[in-house]
């Protein structure tokens, strides 16, 4: 989930921006400029650190919480490391102290307090988060150039979720079950006596000097893990078409998926594998570059390309009981500022979301019409790409928009419909050397 830049040149985006993404709890956000990157806080939103670079851009900074570790993949114009380098940057020292390096180019990074997880085109690879990282999986995919991967950052559940190796496949596999494939090495630390190489128990300054390179091995001593028979990696044929979006709650127990329609949207429960929710963000073809669940995944909000977000309640017990016809009350009421127009002859359904009144001849009529569409949503000012997220005050969102923009909207957990502006910031600006 991040506003990593498309192949085409979009004339909206701010300049030099390359890539923006929340952390785990969406408290903070990150972005990776054509100069450098910087630490936002969410709410209030307020710069927390940057860091300049004369000689390249960076194009991937993922968090970890708000500790001090960072992994930074270069990119841009002018990379300030090779594409295919993955620097784990620590933040009190202001360097990095590992590096790994790959024959391809890194889509992305994901980090845990225990493990950290590397995305190339068409493998998914995980190592221990240790100054010496062991790699314990390697997992083949589909080619997946957007990098999807999600992981969960509960201390108890290590759910890794990713593209299968068929298109519209997930792939979905417990890091604290599944068997390692991987051949290590006597000299190498094993995932058992990890607890000591734990960099959060023993800080990675600690353990040595200098950052340590790891190049990836030219032959690979292990077989896939993906082919090995195990009940804890799954595999579920989510889309017909192309994964474009991927993500897991805190606890990994459900994910969320899109295609590159853009059109629907599917809930699954990652320990069955079974289809909780579609939902239909719209008609029209749309880029869905977020998915977010809530605190308790109890809800769920998505950012597209159109930059409309749209907010849909999991289970019957989230929703209100009326349906909301925005302000005035009247459905004929024109739309006003940042309104998304919605599908008429619609009926509320027990969970709160929206469906087609015609819903009760879905026998007889074609899929669209017993959908189920957004609870609440809204639209930020520009057209652009956007990612959104629940924000820390109660039903809020926030989104982050590839313009530089940044919104906070609250929405009427028993009404829905049309969410309310609370407040417009701009974090980047076209003139911003402060």
Not at 311 to 330: K, P, Q
Not at 331 to 352: K, L
């Amino acid at each position: 989930m991040n506003l990593s830049k498309p192949s085409l040149y979009s004339a909206s985006d701010a300049p030099g921006l390359l890539y923006a993404s929340f952390n785990q709890d969406f408290g903070c956000f990150s972005c990776g400029l054509d100069s450098g990157f910087r630490i936002y806080n969410c709410d209030p939103l307020k710069e927390k650190m940057r860091k300049e670079f004369e000689d390249g851009g960076i194009c991937i900074v993922e968090m970890l919480f708000r500790c001090n570790y960072l992994a930074l993949v270069g990119g841009g114009k002018n990379p300030k490391y090779p594409p295919n380098k993955v620097i784990i940057w620590d933040d009190e020292r202001n360097r990095g102290v590992i590096e790994l390096e790959f024959r391809s180019e890194v889509k992305a990074v994901r980090l845990r307090r225990d493990k950290f997880v590397v995305v190339l085109v068409n493998k998914v690879i995980v190592y221990t988060f240790s100054l010496q990282p062991t790699k314990l999986h390697v997992f083949e995919t589909v080619d997946n150039d957007r990098g999807l991967v999600a992981l969960s950052s509960s201390d108890k559940h290590a759910i890794l979720i990713f593209p299968g190796r068929q298109s519209g496949h997930i792939q979905i596999v417990d890091l604290n079950s599944v068997v390692s494939t991987t051949a290590v090495s006597s000299s190498a630390p094993s995932a058992s006596s990890f607890a000591t190489a734990n960099p959060f128990s023993v800080p990675l300054a600690q353990q040595q000097q200098q950052p340590q390179q790891h190049q990836q091995d030219t032959k690979p001593r292990y077989p896939m893990a993906s082919t090995k028979p195990t009940a804890n990696i799954s595999i579920i044929p989510a889309h017909t078409s192309p994964l474009f979006c991927l993500v897991t709650n805190t606890n990994g127990t459900k994910c969320a998926s899109a295609s590159d329609k853009g059109t629907l949207i599917r809930v699954f429960d990652t320990g069955s594998s079974k289809l909780l929710n579609e939902f239909r963000r719209g008609v029209d073809r749309a880029e869905i570059y977020s998915i977010a669940f809530n605190s308790d995944s109890t809800r769920i909000c998505a950012g597209s390309d159109k930059g409309t977000v749209h907010i849909f309640n999991l289970d019957g017990a989230t929703g209100g009981a009326r349906v909301y016809h925005g302000s005035t009350g009247s459905p004929s009421a024109g739309p006003h500022y940042g309104e998304v127009i919605q599908p008429h002859h619609s009926s509320q359904m027990p969970s709160g979301n929206r469906q087609s009144s015609f819903a009760f001849m879905k026998d007889l009529l074609p899929k669209y019409f017993s959908s189920a569409w957004s609870f609440a949503q809204f639209k930020v000012a520009a057209d652009c790409r956007c990612i959104c997220a629940f924000g820390g005050e109660k039903n809020t969102v926030i989104v982050i928009c590839a313009d530089g923009s940044f919104y906070r909207f609250m929405f009427d957990p028993q009404k829905g419909g049309e969410c309310v502006r609370e407040s417009y910031n701009k974090f980047l600006k076209e003139s911003d050397d402060d």
